[in-house]
């Protein structure tokens, strides 16, 4: 078990959706492995997913729209 670099807490495994701004877009990619620390919320990525997460979102094989609601702070 890894330890968060931010805060030094324990990270733990989870499966959590990746997102991500790419090309001025907000996308997303489920079902994502990652340690995630409890304390900060940082997420850590194995080379191995992280390279998976970057060739499915150069695929464009998207699999749903979502709609998100977006605020001003003014
Ligand atoms: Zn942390």
Redesign the pocket.
């Known amino acids: 078990m890894s330890k968060?670099s931010?805060?030094h807490?324990k990270a733990v495994s989870k499966v959590i959706t990746y997102t991500q701004w790419y090309k001025g877009k907000l996308i997303a990619v489920e079902n994502v492995p990652a340690e995630v620390?409890p304390?900060?919320g940082?997420e850590y990525f194995s080379p191995d997913v992280a390279n998976k997460v970057q060739k499915v979102i150069e695929s464009h094989n998207i699999s749903k729209m979502l709609e998100i609601p977006v605020y001003q702070l003014a």
């Open positions: 968060c931010v805060c807490s620390c304390t900060c940082e």
